[in-house]
């Protein structure tokens, strides 16, 4: 007996549903070819409660006890979640590669690999991975989303000018030495910090979601950082 993958409205899956091949869920869906065995082993498989379990394991564990009786059904959140998980396991470097070409940029894949530990904590696909990177090759002037436009006002811009100050004073650019820097900024302003944060991620990213801010300024490197927060802070006249 061979059980049956079922739609998620727990009919016999088609194409209705949109089933896919193996290839289709890698560049359509984003999915690791891991996460993918994994899922289709676990629906007609299992092993006491585990949820990840990798082909090596599954070699040595399988036995037929274990194999599902009843149809089950394909979900494609839980898929996706599962994803999420070989994403934070996977090499940087080979997340770089597979991700390199869904950037319509230049890409680098060394500063592409050096931005997956941060870029990789939420994703739950190689798309997202793509998406949540393209900040990184993106030229000036920078497109802006409405909401990271609607952030840099007047009063939002002359603050950027003040920390493109200090910042260009730093030679310590890490992580630490730029998040004191700014907060020294804030506290003098007497502004919490994500008033300076939200304009300035917004100046670097031309959005309002990516990695922490001080990863950002990390990752561009300093000249790149900084001209891109002037290039908005001229506009503050």
Not at 83 to 105: S, V, W
Not at 229 to 235: K, S, V
Request: hydrophobic residues 45%; negative net charge; proline residues 3%.
């Amino acid at each position: 007996h061979v059980p049956l993958i079922h739609g998620s409205d727990g009919a016999k899956m088609s194409k209705r549903h949109g089933s896919l091949g193996a290839e289709a869920y890698r560049d359509e869906h984003g999915i690791l070819p891991e996460a993918l065995f994994n899922y289709l082993l676990r629906l007609g498989w299992g092993h006491g409660d585990r949820e990840e379990i990798s082909r090596e394991e599954a070699i040595e564990l399988f036995d037929l006890k274990g194999v599902g009786k009843s149809p089950s059904r394909f979900d494609m959140k839980k898929l996706e979640n599962l994803n999420g998980h070989y994403i934070r396991e996977a090499d940087d470097t080979r997340l770089a590669q597979i991700c390199a070409p869904l950037i319509d940029a230049n890409v680098k894949i060394d500063l592409l690999a050096r931005a997956m530990p941060v870029l990789k904590v939420r994703a739950k696909s190689t798309h997202e991975l793509a998406e949540g990177a393209a900040f990184l090759f993106a030229q000036r002037p920078l497109e802006m989303t409405e909401k990271a436009a609607n952030l840099l006002d007047d009063e939002a811009l002359a603050r950027l000018r003040l920390l493109s100050d200090r910042l260009s004073a730093e030679n310590d650019w890490t992580i630490e030495a730029l998040e004191a820097t700014t907060k020294s900024l804030a506290e003098d302003l007497e502004l919490g910090l994500g008033k300076l944060a939200q304009p300035l991620r917004a100046a670097l990213t031309g959005t309002t979601t990516s990695p922490g801010i001080f990863d950002v300024l990390v990752l561009l490197g300093r000249d790149e950082a900084l001209a891109r927060i002037d290039a908005q802070a001229a506009a503050a006249g």
